[in-house]
């Protein structure tokens, strides 16, 4: 069983930036895993953000995010991060983390085992 702990949600003025990170709270092979960023807002559906393989070769963006947001990991930290900038009020939502055992990447949220608890991002205009 992997846990997962999003942090550096919070409130920021459209056009701003914030960064998220996310990182297992136990010992695991992070290595494993490849991991993506999903987000939901309140009355919406949780949509696909950003995902990356397990060596952090390969990257995949939803086109909403797509040249604001980028997706990374630092494999020897045990830790995911999402750098976003130019941020809009729709970017609004709740921020999981995701941890999938196919090593590719993987944009679908029904291939992903394992879950953080959320993160809240508010953009305000």
């Known amino acids: 069983q992997v846990q997962l702990v999003e942090s550096g949600g919070g409130l920021v003025q459209a056009g701003g930036s914030l960064r998220l990170s996310c990182a297992p709270s136990?010992?695991?092979?992070?290595?494993?895993?490849?991991m993506g960023w999903f987000r939901q807002a309140p009355g919406k559906e949780r949509e696909f953000v950003a995902a990356i393989s397990w060596s952090g070769s390969s990257t995949s963006y939803a086109d909403s995010v797509k040249g604001r947001f980028t997706i990374s990991r630092a494999n020897a930290k045990n830790t995911l991060y999402l750098q976003m900038n130019s941020l809009k009020p729709d970017d609004t939502a709740v921020y999981y983390c995701?941890?999938?055992?196919?090593?590719?990447?993987?944009?679908?949220?029904?291939?992903?085992?394992?879950w953080g608890q959320g993160t809240q991002v508010t953009v305000s205009s």
């Open positions: 136990g010992r695991t092979t992070f290595s494993s895993y490849s």
């Open positions: 995701a941890a999938s055992n196919i090593r590719l990447v993987v944009t679908t949220d029904r291939l992903y085992s394992y």
